[in-house]
């Protein structure tokens, strides 16, 4: 009845209007409609010529049912774009009725759950019943993307965002049972262990029990359920807690009950029982009939009382840090046949000598590192490569031979204060960074067949005095001891041991390398040619002999502690070239006087003269540039600005 009245008022409405127009006017006249989706897909306004249907018009809203138009916002009054003709200007607005859906619940094996709910798109998930699963707790519905609706307790955690029928799945866990491990008189095994019925015993630390051997942990009904390596052997199949015993058999051999025993493929691997390990410890070649083949990783770790160690014929590999921090070991034996030795293996070890048999091709990393009564190396010529600090910090070290084509790694003997000469064999391609850092080189020779020397190789060896270069290498040479690039262009070390006190870099020296003279206490002088144009950091660190230089035209950088810690520094002279000065390049040079800068230097980072306090720094620019670091000088220093020469 409402519908008919409100549509002969439309009508009566059009009459009047009809009345109103001169017919031509409207006949031609065109209306604007505005459609008002209300969260439907856009519709553009559209022109509608007087007296003609809208047309087909369509708005789509996920999750809800279009239900038709209305001329007004409240929603009262209903228009037909089928049935109502355009006679006026008119906004339309969409109405819409929310779509419900229906959700399967899948309980994963469980049961007691609803099984099907009604949700309403767009709101929070109904009140459900939650499933229960025996052995499980559980953890709340998901659909197939792992997205979580319902929690735990069957609370909504979100709202239902799907326009369409779906399944949500029980997600479950297993209850965790804790299992007491008695060790039955022994120590350091697990104490307890979180377990799921029905699946393997977790792992676990096996308990030791000196003069016996381990056999496993049984339940009280002699059901086993660890065997004698801490292996699962029975799945937990109780639901509840409980206890399990040690069970050991006394173990009647002479010396195996100082050690441990893990089963692995091929055969044994053998560590400590404890660190109260002592004396001379001989391993033997068998356990239980099969053969010992490993020193499990970190095997003797930090046993200090261990002297001394037998290794038999059938040891493949040892651990790495397998003997670290046994401070009074004096000796082992290395037994042809053994393959690999782990990195720290023997690090802070009391080693007197070690011979390395053909079995092994290479020394790994820091192997050796910190044996400071070390004084002996022979390596088997099959040693192929000698990893980075593999001999580092080996003080006493006096000799050790090197393999042909053998490859060095970095800081291989760092630190070897004793070590005076060594022969670098034919087949040495690299002699890597810090090889020979703080060494007690005096000599070296460089075969032919050295293709790359780093320019830190022989840093800080304050004793060497001689670098010798094959004549037949092609990419280095040697000058007076000095070593330079084939062609000259680049000075890479002065041996810092040497006892002149002035040198004269030759003409045609482009590059003076990193450290190439760090640590030359006995240079007094030393003439700078006008070729160079590149000084490496650290190139005169350390120099404390060093009063005076001139760094000539060209050289645009000085590196980073270029000059750093030349005390008795008293004057330097900068070029005009100069751009850049970078941290710490004069840091230290507590006795320097006074510096003139250019106003080219453009970027003077922090620190540069640090704790240079009674320096007087003449500086040709007005104020401090703006790529000026304004702690380049420390306060006590003196800075004079827009200085012009006297």
């Given at each position: 009845?409402?519908?008919k009245?409100?549509f ?15 017919m ?6 065109k209306?604007?409609?505005?459609f ?9 306004n559209?022109e ?17 049912i279009?239900?038709?138009?209305y001329?007004?916002?409240?929603m009262?009054?209903?228009?037909d774009i ?7 200007e008119i ?16 309980m ?11 949700v ?12 229960i699963?025996?052995?499980y ?7 197939d993307?792992?997205i ?8 909504s955690?979100?709202?239902w965002?799907?326009s ?14 804790i ?25 676990a630390v096996?308990p ?17 359920y660890y ?25 009647y ?19 400590a ?9 001989v ?9 010992i ?18 290794l ?9 840090s397998?003997?670290?921090?046994c ?8 037994p ?10 023997f690090m802070h070890?009391?080693?007197?000598s070690v ?13 050796f ?5 070390l ?7 099959n ?6 600090s593999?001999?580092g ?7 050790i ?9 970095e800081?291989?003997f760092?630190?070897c ?5 060594i ?12 090889i020979f850092m ?21 840093e800080?060896s304050?004793?060497?005095k001689?670098i010798?270069?094959?004549?037949n ?18 000075l ?9 006190t ?6 045609g ?22 070729t160079v ?20 035209e060209g050289?645009t ?12 520094l ?8 100069l ?10 040079c ?6 003139f800068?250019?106003?080219?230097v453009?970027e003077?980072?922090?620190a ?6 009674d ?21 006590s ?7 012009k020469?006297e």
């Amino acid at each position: 009845m409402i519908k008919k009245i409100q549509f002969l008022f439309f009508a009566f409405f059009v009459l009047f209007l009809v009345g109103c127009v001169p017919m031509p006017e409207i006949v031609n006249h065109k209306w604007t409609v505005y459609f008002h989706t209300n969260g439907g897909s856009e519709i553009k306004n559209i022109e509608v010529k007087h007296g003609e249907l809208i047309g087909d018009i369509t708005t789509i809203k996920e999750g809800y049912i279009f239900t038709g138009w209305y001329s007004d916002s409240e929603m009262t009054m209903s228009f037909d774009i089928d049935v109502n003709f355009i006679t006026m200007e008119i906004n339309l607005y969409a109405d819409w009725e929310v779509q419900t859906y229906n959700v399967s619940l899948n309980m994963q094996g469980g049961n007691g759950g609803d099984e099907v709910i009604n949700v309403t798109y767009n709101e929070s998930m109904p009140i459900a019943k939650a499933p229960i699963k025996t052995e499980y707790h559980f953890q709340g519905y998901y659909d197939d993307l792992n997205i979580q609706y319902y929690d735990k307790n069957m609370n909504s955690c979100r709202n239902w965002d799907k326009s369409s029928d779906d399944e949500l799945y029980a997600k479950w866990e297993k209850n965790v049972y804790i299992v007491s491990l008695n060790d039955n008189g022994g120590y350091g095994g697990s104490k307890t262990v979180n377990v799921s019925y029905g699946e393997a015993m977790p792992e676990a630390v096996l308990p030791q029990k000196d003069g016996y051997i381990f056999q496993g942990y049984y339940d009280d009904l002699n059901i086993q359920y660890y065997d004698a390596n801490m292996d699962s052997v029975h799945n937990w199949d109780k639901t509840s807690n409980g206890i399990l015993m040690a069970s050991w058999e006394k173990d009647y051999s002479s010396s195996v009950h100082k050690l441990s025993f893990q089963s692995i493929a091929g055969g044994y691997s053998v560590g400590a029982r404890n660190k109260d390990i002592d004396g001379e410890i001989v391993i033997p070649e068998k356990y239980y009939g099969l053969p010992i083949i490993d020193i499990k990783e970190n095997a003797f770790f930090y046993c200090a009382k261990v002297e001394s160690v037998v290794l038999p014929s059938t040891i493949k590999t040892i651990g790495k840090s397998a003997f670290e921090g046994c401070q009074n070991l004096e000796s082992i034996n290395f037994p042809e046949g053994l393959k690999s030795i782990g990195g720290l293996a023997f690090m802070h070890t009391a080693l007197r000598s070690v011979v390395i048999p053909g079995s092994m091709t290479s020394i790994s990393h820091n192997t050796f590192y910190i044996c400071e009564s070390l004084e002996t190396v022979v390596l088997h010529e099959n040693v192929k490569s000698i990893s980075s600090s593999a001999f580092g910090w080996c003080t006493n070290l006096t000799s050790i031979n090197i393999p042909n084509n053998c490859v060095i790694g970095e800081g291989a003997f760092y630190l070897c204060k004793s070590l005076k000469t060594i022969e670098l064999p034919n087949g040495v391609q690299i002699v890597g960074k810090h090889i020979f850092m703080d060494s007690g080189l005096e000599e070296i020779y460089i075969p032919a067949s050295v293709t790359y020397i780093n320019e830190m190789a022989f840093e800080r060896s304050k004793y060497l005095k001689n670098i010798i270069v094959d004549p037949n290498n092609k990419n280095y040479k040697s000058i007076d001891g000095v070593l330079f690039s084939i062609d000259g262009k680049s000075l890479i070390q002065y041996p810092c041991g040497k006892e002149e006190t002035s040198y004269t870099i030759p003409d045609g020296v482009v590059n003076i390398t990193a450290t190439a003279f760090a640590y030359c206490k006995n240079l007094q002088d030393i003439t700078i040619p006008s070729t160079v144009r590149i000084i490496g950091q650290s190139a005169f660190m350390y120099c404390i002999s060093l009063e005076n230089i001139v760094i000539p035209e060209g050289v645009t950088q000085i590196e980073y502690a270029t000059f750093e810690k030349c005390t008795n520094l008293k004057t330097i002279v900068l070029p005009e070239s100069l751009v850049v000065i970078k941290n710490y390049s004069f840091g230290y040079c507590t006795n320097l006087e006074s510096i003139f800068i250019s106003k080219n230097v453009t970027e003077m980072l922090g620190a540069v003269f640090a704790d240079c306090i009674d320096l007087v720094v003449y500086c040709e620019a007005s104020a401090i540039p703006k790529g000026w670091s304004s702690n380049f000088i420390p306060s006590s220093a003196t800075i004079i600005w827009d200085y012009k020469g006297e």
